[in-house]
């Protein structure tokens, strides 16, 4: 699976240096000589592989460090959040790593038990692994503005902009059969967030913005559960 999926993105298994954390099979696939307790923290074992596979990758430079799965990720970064948290999302490198980056992914063995569909995200993490190696290994740390708690003024004239673009992103937080808030991003690096929902003026802008049919187009996360809950509980459709 993963020969095919590296091909699929243009890599050459042949260019990358495959290695693991435990040099061993772990006895029926044990790993807690390794990585023991709920918390997932590395053993005195687990630490002097993790120094080895340190040493390792010093000598062959990488660019970019490709984790499969919450193990190895663990290993090499000390990060002991789930995987399916992380994944895709780039880890710079402490003193010690002789890498600009790191990209957390999937292991090929979760989706090889049943999640299938997860195959898409790994692909999706290869790609990201190979565009970052292109340009490096320097990952660009992107500039977002966020919104928050704005005043009536300023929610005004973000719907005014919201109308004019050609595609905006949408999205709710609910609670209790209530929208405790709404985003609306012009950009994928400029966003507002806008609390005030009930207010009449705030359900009137947004009924508007979202019912226009020469509106823009609308991109969302949840768009199904967003779509039905507006209309069930404000009318809006």
């Known amino acids: 699976l993963l020969d095919t999926l590296l091909r699929d993105k243009g890599i050459e298994r042949a260019d990358c240096y495959v ?3 435990v040099k061993e099979h772990p006895f029926r696939n044990d790993i807690s000589p ?3 307790g709920p ?4 053993t005195a074992q687990g630490k002097d592989a993790a120094e080895y596979l340190r040493c390792e990758l010093a000598l062959h430079k990488p660019k970019v460090i490709i984790t499969l799965g919450a193990s190895a990720k663990l290993g090499l970064t000390g990060d002991a959040r789930p995987i399916t948290k992380v994944r895709g999302a780039p880890i710079l490198p402490d ?3 002789a890498a600009s980056v790191v990209v957390p992914t999937l292991h090929p063995a979760h989706i090889l038990r049943g999640a299938w569909m997860d195959r898409y995200l790994l692909a999706a993490d290869l790609a990201k692994a190979k565009r970052l190696c292109e340009a490096g290994g320097r990952a660009a740390v992107p500039q977002r503005a966020l919104h928050i708690s704005p005043t009536e003024a300023e929610m005004d004239a973000w719907f005014a902009l919201a109308a004019k673009q050609e595609e905006i992103g949408f999205d709710i ?3 209790n059969n209530t929208c405790t808030c709404f985003s609306i991003a012009l950009t994928p690096l400029r966003a507002m967030s806008i609390s005030r929902v009930e207010a009449p003026g705030t359900l009137a802008q947004l009924r508007r913005l979202l019912s226009a049919s020469t509106g ?3 991109v969302t996360q949840n768009g199904n559960y967003d779509t039905t809950f507006l209309r069930k509980f404000y009318n809006i459709k």
């Open 19 to 21: 290695t693991n954390l």
């Open 216 to 218: 823009p187009r609308i």
């Open 95 to 97: 003193a010690h790593l």
């Open 173 to 175: 937080e609910t609670s």
């Open 39 to 42: 918390a997932a923290t590395l």
């Open 34 to 36: 390794w990585i023991a």
